[in-house]
């Protein structure tokens, strides 16, 4: 079973940048698709990136398109969400997931814990 945790949440101001990270507990996830994933409140959890195996391919949502880029680091079983031009509109709780298709959080099996990321204007 792939466990994952993500760090690197907070608060920032309109403009402004913060980096995600999403460390998996087995190097078993360097097979695995990873996705971020982030649910304001009163919201449906929305697909925002995801790297696939083939290729280390990425895909966005057009809310981050150009804003947000998703990397991996298979050595250290690590994967990466720089956002960058951050507005209020991305304030949520923002998770991880593992194993799953494109940008369907229905379709990820394995998920981290969350993390907050605010952003004031």
């Known amino acids: 079973q792939v466990q994952l945790a993500e760090s690197g949440g907070g608060s920032v101001q309109t403009g402004g940048s913060l980096r995600l990270s999403c460390l998996a507990s087995?190097?078993?996830?360097?097979?695995?698709?990873i996705g971020w994933f982030r649910q304001a409140p009163g919201k449906e959890r929305e697909g925002i990136a995801a790297?696939?195996?083939?290729?280390?391919?990425?895909e966005y949502a057009d809310s981050v398109k150009g804003r947000f880029t998703i990397s991996r680091d298979n050595a250290k079983n690590t994967v990466f969400l720089q956002m960058n031009s951050m507005k209020p509109e991305d304030t949520a709780m923002y998770y991880c997931?593992?194993?799953?298709?494109?940008?369907?959080?229905?379709?990820?099996?394995?998920w981290g814990q969350g993390t907050q990321v605010t952003v004031s204007s």
């Open positions: 997931a593992a194993g799953g298709r494109r940008l369907e959080p229905r379709t990820y099996t394995y």
């Open positions: 790297i696939y195996i083939a290729g280390g391919f990425t």
């Open positions: 087995v190097s078993a996830y360097s097979y695995l698709n």
